[in-house]
């Protein structure tokens, strides 16, 4: 053989690589002249001939499609030429296949990748197909390939008749509606799977609907199509919805035509499910009804996350991650993607959320400041705001290190004493002078001529009283006739402690007097808990101010009415009989 024939091709990383400077990796050789061959990179001892790849692939099923990116592929292009095949080869016979540093590929593979990217739908089927790839990445071959001194021409061997296309395409191009339900469409269903036609058809008058599966089993085709049918509905439809869908495994492409295509359906919501009514004609489900396939999931939670809306689908779980489509479509997640983490970074995964029925997509289900994760940690119920129901938040509890599993250990006898360690005191102080003064100003009878003198008793009254005649009902003292005390005495069981002006005491009057860091914790807290707060730290605060009022009127050392010195032992004047706290004479 003339060594002319005899090529070496030597292989390389991107790593070094620099147009023709290569770190050599594999060496390989072939044959310039026919039988041409494709060396694989694994570097056997011999190719595969185009002879031999041609049988091979005449025991394929179907179409076959091939891109081939080596030296003089296209001699091995023109040998597997035949009828229900398309091949795309990298270059010409005589030409080699040059690799490119600058993007770390083959030259022509690089440029039709990128052709995927700019190519246009030319012939409006709905799907960008071989044909339509192919003169933008032979363009961008040989300029790039010019660029580096040695050109190498791309080339397509098309045995197949129509647009070649492998992705799932469903294109319904006309669509017509006829009364009782039947119909004829024209579109393009081509690339891999099987498609699905079905039809809802409206009656938007009296509201009647009626969604019918048309053909289940629509053989993938090259080139454009047709597809007509006769009804038998009990109505008389004036609008119709028509769906074609492409499946393939999991994955789908669906297009959609209205029938007449001048009809424009409402913006309004009349089932009220989300899905304006508008939309819902456009997807083909009932506007009227707010679960069209009662499945349980509504129509706009379905169509939002590309669940069928005409099937009771609700338990299937086409992901296998164990969550039900009901839950994935509840809180937005994708029914067709494995949902195995932590979609809220709360700690728990999706599945866990899914057994302790929480929210996926929010980390504290309940509001309680405290994401659900730490909940199930605590022992908290995740879905409670308020675990034990004493009228503060877990979180809030577990904040102010209280007990949120325990209704005693609550943060309001925080507050309080908080509060009245500093509060109390200032506040009795003040108060037992006021007592003090109001005595002094509304009790009739003798007055002491020192109030600051505790050491001697006042003047007593010039008669002497018979001890005797207490309790006899012919007993009258001779001051009887004047009037007995009022307002503010001290009356046990009906005390009230009141605000400026004789109002009654409000938490505004006593807030002033909390420690800064009490009324700091106060604002954090929610509008609800903090009334409770407030009205336990008022009502605590009455209660020590009477009695330490109560305490300052028993030390008086003397009878505010008669001005007689009190038995320290009981609570009534021994002259005469006067109630020192109530106010009330005895009998």
Not at 24 to 50: A, C, F, K, N, R
Not at 540 to 569: H, S, W, Y
Request: charged fraction near 20%; charge should be negative; include cysteine.
């Amino acid at each position: 053989m003339d060594t002319n024939d005899i090529y070496v091709e030597l292989y390389s990383d991107n790593i070094y690589c620099n147009y023709y400077g290569f770190q050599v990796d594999h060496v390989q050789t072939g044959v310039w002249t026919s039988p041409y061959e494709i060396v694989p990179y694994d570097g056997l001892s011999s190719g595969v001939q185009g002879a031999t790849l041609d049988s091979w692939l005449d025991g394929v099923p179907g179409f076959v499609v091939g891109i081939l990116d080596s030296c003089m592929s296209g001699g091995v292009g023109a040998d597997i030429n035949q009828a229900g095949r398309y091949v795309m080869t990298a270059c010409e016979s005589s030409e080699f296949s040059l690799d490119d540093s600058s993007s770390h590929n083959g030259v022509f593979t690089n440029a039709f990748l990128n052709a995927w990217n700019t190519a246009t739908d030319t012939d409006g089927d709905g799907a960008i197909s071989f044909e339509e790839v192919y003169p933008i990445a032979r363009s961008a071959t040989i300029t790039r390939s010019t660029q580096m001194s040695s050109v190498h021409h791309p080339m397509e061997f098309d045995g197949i008749t129509g647009p070649t296309v492998l992705d799932l395409n469903a294109k319904i191009s006309t669509f017509t509606g006829s009364a009782a339900g039947g119909g004829s469409t024209s579109f393009y269903l081509n690339g891999q799977g099987h498609g699905v036609l079905s039809c809802s058809f409206y009656d938007t008058n009296q509201h009647r609907f009626s969604h019918v599966t048309l053909n289940s089993s629509m053989e993938s085709k090259f080139g454009a199509q047709s597809y007509s049918w006769t009804g038998s509905l009990a109505f008389t439809p004036n609008v119709a919805t028509l769906t074609l869908e492409a499946r393939f495994q999991t994955w789908s492409e669906t297009s959609k035509a209205m029938w007449p295509s001048t009809f424009s359906p409402p913006d309004s919501d009349t089932d009220g499910d989300g899905l304006s009514d508008s939309a819902e004609y456009a997807a083909g489900t009932n506007p009227w009804a707010v679960d069209t396939d009662s499945d349980g999931i509504n129509d706009a939670k379905e169509v939002s996350v590309g669940l069928d809306p005409f099937i009771d689908d609700a338990a299937l779980d086409p992901d296998g991650d164990t969550l039900p489509n009901w839950f994935e479509a509840e809180y937005g997640l994708d029914p067709f993607t494995p949902n195995l983490g932590d979609t809220d970074n709360d700690g728990l995964t999706d599945k866990q959320e899914f057994v302790y029925g929480t929210n996926p997509v929010n980390p504290d289900t309940d509001n309680d400041n405290l994401e659900d994760g730490q909940e199930i940690l605590e022992g908290t119920n995740p879905l409670d705001c308020d675990t034990d129901h004493d009228g503060f938040y877990d979180g809030d509890e577990l904040n102010l290190g209280n007990d949120p599993l325990n209704p005693l250990n609550s943060p309001a006898y925080h507050f309080v004493m908080m509060g009245f360690i500093v509060a109390i005191p200032i506040f009795i102080s003040i108060s037992a002078k006021h007592v003090k003064r109001d005595v002094k100003r509304s009790v009739p009878g003798p007055r002491p001529t020192a109030l600051t003198n505790r050491t001697s008793p006042p003047p007593r009254p010039s008669y002497t009283p018979s001890y005797s005649s207490y309790g006899s009902s012919s007993y009258q003292p001779p001051y009887s006739s004047r009037p007995l005390p009022s307002s503010p005495m001290i009356r046990p069981g009906s005390l009230s402690v009141t605000g400026p002006q004789g109002r009654p005491l409000q938490f505004s009057d006593i807030e002033p007097m909390l420690p800064p860091q009490v009324r700091y914790e106060l604002s954090l807290l929610p509008y609800s808990q903090r009334i409770v707060v407030e009205y336990q730290l008022l009502t605590a605060f009455k209660q020590a101010m009477l009695r330490k009022i109560q305490e300052q009127v028993m030390d008086r050392p003397f009878c505010t009415r008669c001005g007689a010195r009190p038995n320290p032992n009981s609570r009534y004047c021994p002259i005469c009989g006067y109630d020192l706290l109530s106010g009330v004479r005895l009998p």
